[in-house]
């Protein structure tokens, strides 16, 4: 994140940043990565909720009423449940909800395999780790269906 952008953020009421009342849901194994993705996606707004592992995030849908979550940040390469086989599973979860919930993929893989894996899993999106936050936002908004962001 740059200092400009933090800066920005900064003089910015919660209520005007752009993912202002958004909540995600975010499944990662790195205790880090949790930290530091959690810590950017508040910046911006988001209300965050962790997962250690695919397992825990299928968990955290299943027992929450629909409309709870707003996206899901996948990893892909996860422990006990991979990213792909979780997106499988809380697409079943949602067949009998009126809405699916936005699944952004997040990998180091940059295979083209992978992506279309991830597709076919049910996924919306793919961002290759690491990633830019300019990339990220426009990845967001397309997904959540919003206009482009002040920031």
Not at 32 to 37: L, P, S, T, V
Not at 61 to 77: A, S
Not at 106 to 126: D, L
């Amino acid at each position: 994140m740059n200092v400009r952008k933090i800066q920005e953020l900064r003089e910015l009421s919660k209520e005007k940043r752009p993912f202002y009342g958004k909540n995600v849901l975010l499944a990662e194994d790195h205790r880090m990565n949790r930290e530091i993705f959690s810590e950017l996606l508040g910046w911006y707004g988001f209300s965050v909720e962790q997962a250690e592992n695919g397992k825990v995030a299928v968990e955290k849908v299943e027992k929450v009423p629909e409309g709870t979550y707003d996206i899901i940040l996948m990893d892909l390469g996860m422990p006990v449940l991979d990213g792909y086989r979780a997106a499988v599973q809380i697409r079943n979860i949602e067949k009998n909800r009126s809405k699916k919930l936005p699944i952004v993929g997040i990998s180091g893989y940059v295979m083209e395999e992978e992506i279309q894996k991830a597709m076919n899993c049910g996924m919306n999106a793919y961002l290759f780790k690491p990633f830019e936050e300019d990339e990220m936002l426009q990845v967001f908004q397309m997904v959540l269906g919003m206009e482009k962001s002040r920031c």
